[in-house]
């Protein structure tokens, strides 16, 4: 998208944007960081279809979950999270329709991603496990502050999609949409397909007893909590999250696997542990009310890490540019793995991010 006729339209929209550069991160969006008059930087993002989806999914549909994405549904998580939930997520300056599309002006949040941020640190492990306590804070008064009555994509005030009262019936339409465009794509046969696809029903089934709304507490979820997501301050508290337009209202087991997917497994497996002790103490200390506790727990956090490899295994099919070219052979064969084993390899997740992101193996004590 070209930054000349950007600049052009936020003008048309009465913003006083002096300059502008192009942030090469969103996949569902261009973003743009914008220089106003004042001195002050904005965020605006323009919606966009991941190339890879490109004859697989229709336009503005959320590749992760299959429901509607909007800048007006990203506008609202934005300020639930920040009003009602009590986070830091910026504030929204306005949505606009324009010649290039629909857009959206946000504040830019302060800080750094928690990823650069552990660099300026010199990976040492006691600031790495006092940033996770203070986002286990976080995350326990989220959920303590924003309960939801059904499961589904938040889309708006009151509005849920599809609304189910069981996380089983949610998750095994979504997991069946992974699986077709995962076919789709040529990363299953036609015998692996209806083998994942029995799989994972039989594994829901067995918890739907545990999932209905009134035993698995609906919160709010952000999910894909990974490193560069979301910023912290140089005492590596969070300062801004950013990144919502997938919001669930799902039970905490979809935001929990996802640390242990992206951040709890940033070093070792010693680390791992450490890791994910931290961030659930700082939960705890804020009153989280879904503190895992039970072998249910721990099996629905294993499975929703099965099904998000699942995901990643026919998101990165085909993709070839020099560091991901191997991911998507890589994610299906840790997806059989836990099939196999009944328990996910954080750690070897770990070591996939290593080579795109470059930390070291082990921190610095």
């Known amino acids: 998208m070209d930054c000349n006729a950007v600049l052009s339209v936020l003008r048309d929209a009465g913003y006083s944007a002096v300059s502008l550069s192009a942030i090469q991160e969103g996949s569902n969006h261009h973003v743009f960081d914008v220089t106003l008059e004042d001195g002050t930087h904005a965020i605006c993002k323009f919606a966009k279809v991941r190339k890879t989806e490109l004859g697989l999914t229709a336009p503005n549909l959320d590749t992760l979950f299959g429901g509607r994405l909007s800048l007006d549904r990203e506008s609202y998580l934005l300020s639930l999270a920040r009003e009602q939930g009590g986070l830091p997520a910026p504030k929204i300056y306005g949505t606009h329709d324009s010649p290039l599309g629909r857009f959206v002006m946000m504040e830019k949040s302060p800080g750094i991603s928690f990823t650069e941020w552990q660099e300026t640190q010199g990976y040492r492990l006691e600031p790495y496990l006092s940033s996770l306590r203070a986002l286990g804070r976080d995350f326990g008064k989220l959920h303590k502050n924003i309960r939801l009555p ?216």
Request: charged share 25%.
């Open 150 to 365: 059904s499961f589904g994509d938040i889309i708006g005030p009151n509005e849920i999609e599809p609304g189910c009262d069981n996380f089983a019936d949610r998750f095994m339409a979504v997991t069946n949409m992974r699986i077709e465009r995962g076919a789709k794509k040529g990363a299953f046969s036609q015998e692996e397909t209806s083998f994942l696809t029995d799989f994972f029903r039989g594994r829901f089934e067995s918890l739907r007893p545990y999932l209905s709304a009134a035993t698995a507490r609906p919160v709010m979820v952000f999910t894909d909590m990974h490193g560069r997501n979301y910023f912290v301050d140089e005492q590596g508290i969070p300062s801004g999250y950013f990144d919502l337009e997938s919001a669930q209202a799902a039970p905490a087991a979809l935001e929990f696997y996802g640390f242990r997917f992206f951040l709890f497994n940033f070093y070792d497996q010693e680390t791992f542990s450490k890791a994910e002790a931290a961030f659930l103490e700082g939960y705890q200390e804020a009153g989280g009310p879904c503190l895992p506790k039970t072998a249910e727990d721990e099996a629905l956090i294993q499975l929703l890490s099965g099904c998000r490899l699942l995901e990643l295994a026919e998101s990165y099919w085909g993709v070839v540019d020099a560091i991901r070219d191997t991911w998507g052979a890589r994610m299906k064969a840790l997806l059989f793995q836990y099939i196999d084993t009944g328990s996910i390899d954080y750690v070897a997740l770990g070591a996939m991010w290593r080579e795109r992101d470059g930390q070291p193996l082990h921190p610095v004590m």
